[in-house]
């Protein structure tokens, strides 16, 4: 049974973390699984994110050799087996009171010394209308902030969808960015394996380097949107239903009013006043 208390946190902070959700054997298993594929070669999908001309240390660059994978459940029966299994459909029809709709799987290895990825909110890339993206996010190692584990700006889902920004990419995999009220606003999730974060589409999130010399941060994700949503970013057709049964739905246009911060009463406050002039085609 899903307790009543992820909800609770998913609807005040914009995130909840289900500890034990999978087992450690199956983590590993899941682990295993990715490194096999991955020292196979490329497949359909592989992103390793956007380039960035670092001369010589590109050949040293860890993400180089280790890029992540994507939609992987196209082609893949375990990862489609995970994305739609009964222990996510669980708790996220709980938490959005209806089950969701599946649109992709993403495998990060972040091999130690990595970039991270700057603070961003995933429902700018999918633009699921009306409501939202949701993401179940599992760890595969164990994540702190030493190997990079996910950062979190709680509350952050009440923030509407903000103008981007370039991002530091000595430090990102990824050139753009989201600025924030408050430089020390994220917060990290350190997490077990098997352990799955559920968060928003609007929740503001990244994760800095993997710092370590001998740890990768494996993680295992899954992109949702809610069940009563009619558009989604073409890069994320066909989506299916939790059963694994495809569904059409409308293709979302890019651009936009997008979120830019001004003096409130009580604050710093987010206003849909800017135009969104970037697009990327998928996070």
């Avoid at 995130?15 to 196979?40: C, I, N, P, W």
């Avoid at 996220?92 to 909110?121: E, I």
């Avoid at 923030?159 to 020390?184: G, N, Q, R, Y």
Wanted: overall charge negative; glycine content about 8%.
């Amino acid at each position: 049974m899903v307790s009543d208390s992820y909800k609770q946190d998913f609807e005040r902070d914009g995130y909840t973390l289900v500890r034990g959700l999978f087992g450690a054997d199956e983590a590993s298993q899941l682990r295993e699984h990715y490194m096999v594929l991955r020292k196979r070669g490329s497949y359909s999908g592989d992103e390793s994110g956007v380039p960035v001309d670092l001369g010589a240390a590109n050949s040293r660059d860890p993400l180089r050799r280790y890029p992540r994978m994507a939609q992987m459940h196209r082609w893949d029966d375990v990862s489609l087996q995970w994305l739609i299994d009964s222990r996510i459909d669980e708790v996220m029809t709980a938490l959005l009171d209806m089950s969701p709709y599946a649109v992709q799987t993403m495998l990060y290895f972040k091999p130690p010394g990595s970039r991270g990825q700057a603070l961003h909110q995933d429902n700018f890339y999918l633009k699921a209308e009306p409501g939202t993206c949701v993401a179940a996010w599992m760890a595969l190692d164990r994540v702190d902030e030493a190997n990079g584990c996910l950062q979190v700006v709680p509350g952050s889902h009440r923030w509407p969808i903000l103008c981007t920004e370039k991002a530091d990419t000595t430090v990102s995999f990824t050139d753009v960015t989201v600025p924030l009220p408050a430089p020390d606003a994220a917060v990290p999730v350190v997490m077990e394996p098997g352990d799955v974060l559920f968060f928003h589409g609007a929740l503001v999130h990244g994760s800095a380097p993997n710092v370590t010399e001998d740890r990768f941060r494996r993680a295992l994700i899954g992109h949702y949107i809610q069940g009563e949503a009619s558009k989604v970013a073409s890069y994320y057709h066909p989506a299916l239903r939790m059963d694994g049964s495809p569904l059409t739905l409308d293709v979302a246009e890019g651009g936009g009013a997008c979120g830019e911060w001004t003096d409130g009463p009580d604050g710093p406050v987010a206003v849909l006043t800017g135009t969104q002039v970037i697009e990327r085609k998928h996070e």
